[in-house]
């Protein structure tokens, strides 16, 4: 780190704070966590809400206003929701058909405001198109609005918490304070993880911070800069490169969606990391997001492992209500009369994925790309949902086990295709540059250009020789969590020389090998735009 990075830093603190620079881990961090800890008790809250303005502030400026806003119209939504549960004076149906009225236009209300914010111009561009070829004048200024840094989290944390409160699983909450704190906690304001009400308790605590969490915190903070900056900016500039470059043939597709699969993981899953190790220092454990994805079994299973509080999200609040629902239970009816048990019992499961899929894609933004990315998952999860037992009673017949090596192998391999597929879709920046890559692949798959380019992409040979052996180490841990082993204990366990020495070491290759500086573009957290 040169004086010049330092004085820049210094001088333009707003363009600093994000969870990767030094600005937030070695400022921001340790000093709310000073005057957390110096303040008493009941004033912690407070401090934590104060740092959590101040970095959403820094991010999206006057924007925080909305943030605020929403956080009181939840508050009192969950208060009005509280109050006719405990309206003895209705009768039972007429509180659940008030309640339900309240929180439709809550969700309708929340929805809205991030329609405004993030799809106006989407929504507006493709009624252009419609009435383009229905002949008809109509005409859209770009708007181009700022959107709140985390509304796509916080906003789904908040009908969450509705959901909850209308189901009567938790209570309202009374104090304004506390859902204040809890749609803009800076630790998982920009990237998540999707947090529940349920589970924030300690937020609220205002415990007083202990060694264990701190060592704990700042220790996976580490393991997520070394992921970020490490390994996936290192991969930011040939990824760009490649998806914008004029000259494409499938191996360059392939290349590309490769590295892009990769930089999104490191990227992603190291963004998380932070958030988590950030939180932890206060005492605060916030949800893991990832599980060893790449070791999914099938697309389902991916999932269950890829940004794992979205999809309980949808699971819970989507997925299940959709297929409990009195009208998808008619459908499932009508069609058991028609086409009988074996087809009919996917109906139900088929309506409500759809829902979850087109929900998930467009969650991701507004772009084609995404809402295709949404269809891609939801036809390949129908379809292993349907050929999964069929693919079983194949395997008896073949007299092999889910378990055996060739079984695995296919699994893996047929699913490592799946997910890099659906990511040079996400990453293409239109949905015909996306169906054109993927033609590529099968009409030109040749490796010619990206052997004869392989460094002219943005990465040199030291660059190459980061990210290879950071893959390793990350694949190693991964490999290592899979099996069940905890990490931190074997090193926990470690003589205290030995134990410091490690973690110096891992301090060192971050500063040492990070991609950061003079000399490069800070490459922005990847889910940070959605």
């Known amino acids: 780190m040169d004086l010049n990075y330092f004085i ?28 957390y800890q110096i303040v008493p008790r009941k004033g912690r809250r407070i401090v934590l809400l104060a740092a959590s303005w101040f970095f959403f502030f820094s991010l999206s400026g006057l924007l925080l206003a909305a943030n605020i806003a929403a956080a009181v119209f939840v508050w009192g939504t969950g208060r009005l929701l509280d109050s006719i549960s405990n309206d003895k004076s209705l009768k039972r149906k007429q509180r659940k058909k008030k309640k339900k009225l309240v929180l439709t236009l809550a969700v309708v209300i929340l929805l809205i405001v991030i329609v405004c914010f993030k799809y106006l111009d989407f929504i507006g561009l493709n009624i252009v198109r419609i009435t383009q070829i ?28 509705l959901a909850d409160v209308y189901w009567e699983k938790i209570p ?9 704190l809890f749609m803009s906690f800076f630790p998982k304001l920009v990237e998540g993880p999707i947090t529940r009400y349920s589970e924030a308790g300690k937020l609220f605590a205002g415990d007083g911070i202990c060694e264990n969490d701190v060592a ?83 697309a389902s ?39 009988g048990n074996g087809v009919s019992r996917f109906i139900t499961p088929a309506i409500a994925l759809f829902f979850v899929w087109l929900s998930n894609g467009l969650w991701h933004g507004p772009r084609w790309t995404y809402v295709f990315y949404g269809m891609y998952y939801f036809v390949l999860i129908l379809f ?36 890099i597929i659906g990511e040079m879709f ?17 009409t030109d798959l040749r490796f010619d250009i990206v052997v004869k380019h392989i460094q002219d992409i943005g990465i040199d040979r030291y660059g190459y020789l980061v990210i290879i052996t950071g893959l390793i180490v990350v694949a190693f841990v991964e490999t290592v969590k899979e099996a069940g082993i905890s990490i931190r204990s074997k090193l926990m366990s470690l003589p205290v020389p030995l134990r410091f020495a490690f973690w110096y070491i891992c301090i060192f290759a971050v500063i040492i090998f990070g991609a950061y500086g003079t000399g490069y573009d800070a490459a922005d957290l990847v889910y940070a735009q959605f």
């Not at 909450?173 to 204040?180: A, M, Q, R, T, V």
């Not at 079983?392 to 799946?418: A, D, G, Q």
């Open 134 to 161: 229905a002949g008809l004048a109509f005409d859209w200024h770009i708007l181009g609005l700022a959107v709140p840094i985390g509304i796509s989290y916080y906003t789904l944390e908040a009908i969450a918490y």
């Open 384 to 419: 292993e949902n349907i050929v999964e037992e069929p693919f079983l009673k194949l395997l008896e017949l073949m007299h092999l086990k889910e378990t055996s090596v060739p079984v695995r192998v296919f699994r893996y391999v047929k699913l490592f295709f799946i997910i």
């Open 8 to 35: 820049d830093c210094m001088v333009k603190w707003w363009d600093q704070l994000s969870y990767t620079t030094w600005m937030y881990f070695g400022l921001l961090l340790p000093l709310t966590a000073l005057i």
């Open 301 to 339: 299973d991916f999932w269950r492992r890829w940004h794992i509080t979205l999809g309980t999200f949808f699971r819970d609040y989507i997925f299940y209500p959709i297929s409990l629902s009195k009208p998808a239970a008619k459908i499932t009816e009508k069609a058991r009369k028609i086409v």
């Open 426 to 442: 996400f990453r293409a920046d239109t949905l015909g540059k996306g169906i054109h890559m993927f033609k590529l692949i099968f």
């Open 172 to 180: 309202a909450e009374k104090s304004i304070l506390n859902i204040l």
């Open 216 to 298: 704990e915190g700042y220790q996976r903070i580490l393991w997520g800069l070394f992921k970020k900056l490490v390994i996936a900016d290192h991969l930011a500039p040939a990824v760009s490169q490649l998806f914008d470059g004029e000259y494409m043939d499938g191996g360059v597709a392939l290349f590309a969606a490769l590295l892009f699969t990769l930089q999104e993981y490191m990227d992603f899953s190291g963004a998380i990391d932070i958030a988590i190790g950030s939180a932890r220092v206060f005492g605060v454990r916030l949800s893991d997001n990832f599980r060893q994805p790449f070791y999914a079994k099938n």
